[in-house]
């Protein structure tokens, strides 16, 4: 399983009344981790846009264990977990600077056409990314 990890200054916006980053700020750093696991594997999203195809969230689940506090660093880590060639199951750990857990994620993603809204398969649409997401997907 190949996994990137990706580092995030927290900042005081991202914070909420009490000192700790709010919870909705979670999904900017998946994206965040996403993009630079998509990057880690000589993907490039911007040219898959550019060919029509765009990859919306269909789910997101997270579990909050730690909070994250204003001018600590997110440590995003980033993998596949699951890859059937059509929907791709990203998983994330998200750490303090002390290494300790402070949030657990999936989320489900699917390609689709940009226009319809259809369904593309990766393996005839993308090979490469194909052939990458199946070699670095976990075990």
Known sequence: MQTATTEVPVRYAETDQMGVVYHANYLVYMELGR???????????VAMEDAGVVSPVLEVQIKYRKPLRYGEAARIK???EKYDGLRVVYGYEILNPRGELCATATSVNVCVDKKTFMPVAMKRSFPDWHRVYEQAKKG
């Open 35 to 45: 993009t630079a696991l998509i990057e880690s594997l000589g993907c490039d999203y």
């Open 78 to 80: 980033t993998w596949i």
